[in-house]
T-cell receptor
């Protein structure tokens, strides 16, 4: 089975711009979760989607949004980028929201 | 906010030695999981232990869970240089459909 894929792997953006990250889960997995990882805050949960519905949301501002498509692929969007949004963004898919299978991440740098 | 807190934050050992990492958490859990992350990459699921289990083995890994103390430990036996990575514990709260909560991790360095 192919693993979780994330595109792009690396991204450099300027403050004020917006960005869209993409995640393709493992075939058959309906749950997709997004995490932000920074050296200072560690791994922080952004949101989880299950069958196209947002099931959980972390404590992030409304600039962070996501969606899931009928084929379980998911996208997350960050608008009006700030320097503090520089991070590794990880996507994970799961059958049951327990064991998570992570993608390689997208490294976002905001300048 | 993080529920799991790993201890120590960093650990450096010689190849062949055992490495022990600890995790403490705050609320009732359904299960606890351990993940490994190689530098700047995605996390890899290592092992899951349910709240009604006390110990679990997988290859060179041994995990214990003490729900009365709200703590878990991960033991890696006969460590190898390839075990160098960050290790995270993650808890699944007792309430259904709530997301994993990760700790800040233990950075393990295995010196050849």
């Amino acid at each position: 089975k192919a693993g979780v894929t994330q595109t792009p792997r690396y991204l450099i953006k300027t403050r004020g711009q917006q960005v869209t990250l993409s995640c393709s889960p493992i075939s058959g997995h309906r749950s997709v979760s997004w995490y932000q990882q920074t050296p200072g805050q560690g791994l922080q949960f952004l949101f989880e989607y299950f069958s196209e519905t947002q099931r959980n949301k972390g404590n992030f501002p409304g600039r962070f949004s996501g969606r899931q498509f009928s084929n379980s692929r998911s996208e997350m969007n960050v608008s009006t980028l700030e320097l503090g949004d520089s991070a590794l963004y990880l996507c994970a898919s799961s059958l049951n929201s327990y064991e998570q299978y992570f993608g390689p991440g997208t490294r976002l740098t905001v300048t | 906010s993080q529920q799991g807190e790993e201890d120590p934050q960093a650990l450096s050992i010689q190849e062949g030695e055992n490495a022990t990492m600890n995790c403490s958490y705050k609320t009732s859990i359904n299960n606890l999981q351990w993940y490994r992350q190689n530098s700047g990459r995605g996390l890899v699921h290592l092992i899951l232990i349910r709240s009604n289990e006390r110990e679990k083995h997988s290859g060179r890994l041994r995990v214990t869970l003490d729900t009365s103390k709200k703590s878990s430990s991960l033991l890696i036996t006969a460590s190898r240089a390839a075990d160098t990575a960050s290790y995270f514990c993650a808890t699944v709260p007792f309430e259904r459909n709530t997301p994993l909560v990760f700790g800040k991790g233990t950075r393990l360095s295995v010196i050849a």
